[in-house]
């Protein structure tokens, strides 16, 4: 059946209330109904969303703000984003942010962990929906990641 995108956000910004209290994140979500219904498996779903969190969570400072926003895009797909208020990405790695074990910058990496498996996981599961998936960022402003999934029925074209 298909899922209730809203409820599902929900859940995810519930999940990371206390972690980004810990750190004086606001965290916000938005969504712009009606959401079209979409198809998803809600495991791996949860999976790319906690994965998206976890890093905005971990690349923004305290202070910041990181926003869950959901809208309907005008080819009717769901589209799914997060954004921080973070340290962001230089342009030399964006290209390659997606590489399995790709990671900026060494060492600022290591001292935050990680094995820079979530991004590359994340694309997978969104392109096993028949979704795209892409980021935006600039270094030391923040970074969106962004993603679509197709409606369940199709629109009808007159
Ligand atoms: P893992 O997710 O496996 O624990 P990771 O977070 O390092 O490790 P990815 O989630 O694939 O790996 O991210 C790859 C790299 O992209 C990160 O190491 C980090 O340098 C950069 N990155 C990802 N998300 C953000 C973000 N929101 N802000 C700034 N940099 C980011
Ligand atoms: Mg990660």
Do not use: W
Request: glycine share 8%.
């Amino acid at each position: 059946k298909p899922t209730d995108l809203r409820r599902m956000l929900e859940k995810v910004v519930e999940r990371f209330s206390v972690p980004c209290q810990q750190k004086e994140i606001n965290l916000k979500l938005h969504v712009i109904e009606p959401l079209p219904r979409v198809y998803v498996d809600r495991d791996q779903m949860d999976q790319v969303m906690d994965n998206l969190l976890s890093n905005a969570v971990k690349y923004t400072p305290e202070g910041g703000t990181i926003t869950v926003r959901a809208r309907r895009r005008s080819d009717g797909s769901a589209e799914v984003s997060v954004s921080d208020t973070g340290i962001g990405i230089p342009k030399k790695d964006l290209a390659r942010i997606f590489e399995r074990f790709y990671r900026v910058d060494k060492a600022r990496s290591r001292s935050m962990g990680g094995t820079g498996l979530g991004l590359s996981i994340a694309k997978e599961i969104v392109q096993a929906h028949g979704g795209q998936i892409g980021i935006d960022s600039e270094y030391q402003r923040g970074t969106t990641v962004y993603f679509s999934l197709p409606p369940c029925e199709p629109e009808v074209v007159r």
